[in-house]
């Protein structure tokens, strides 16, 4: 039996205004270019045979955005998801910031259109923004939306109007 592939990547989190917000990114590429709902994912890639998980996670953020995060806190492993395509997700929740206007991703070469001998490059990530808890359900994959609940159960509850939130 083939071993399910594995990627890694961080659900990078910050405190604004009251709630929490997520970032996420959107996959550059034909494919992607006219979905939204549904289409959005943590920042992740695939792991090398023996690569450290972790390690993995942060070299893929810093390749798919140009730069690594500014952490504020240590990473919280998350318990891995599996995908619909039997990929399996390890990620690790980490609160900090990151100008999410700021993409600079790596790229990856595709025929396209799909048999015309042509090969085209394209941003592996075409952008990424913050949104609520709220909105990353809508915006996100659905096999890593358990990510999100994971994420609700170990942060704090934040309180309107506390200094620092």
């Not at 996420?24 to 270019?33: E, I, K, N």
């Amino acid at each position: 039996m083939t071993p399910a592939r594995a990627s890694a990547g961080l659900l990078l989190y910050r405190r604004r205004a009251g709630r929490v917000e997520v970032l996420l990114v959107h996959p550059g590429g034909p494919f992607w270019a006219g979905r939204d709902e549904g289409a959005w994912s943590i920042p992740k890639g695939e792991m090398d045979a023996g690569e450290d998980a972790l390690a993995c996670a942060e070299r893929e953020f810093a390749e798919e955005l140009g730069s690594p995060p500014q952490a504020t806190g240590a990473p919280a492993a998350l318990e891995p998801v599996r995908q619909r395509s039997g990929k399996v997700v390890h990620a690790w929740a980490m609160e900090g910031d990151f100008d999410a206007a700021s993409v600079r991703s790596n790229t990856f070469r595709l025929e396209w259109p799909p048999k015309s001998g042509r090969m085209q490059e394209f941003p592996e990530v075409d952008r990424a923004g913050w949104f609520s808890l709220e909105e990353e359900r809508v915006k996100m994959l659905e096999g890593q939306r358990p990510l999100l609940d994971q994420l609700a159960r170990i942060i704090t509850p934040m309180r309107a109007g506390r200094p620092g939130s």
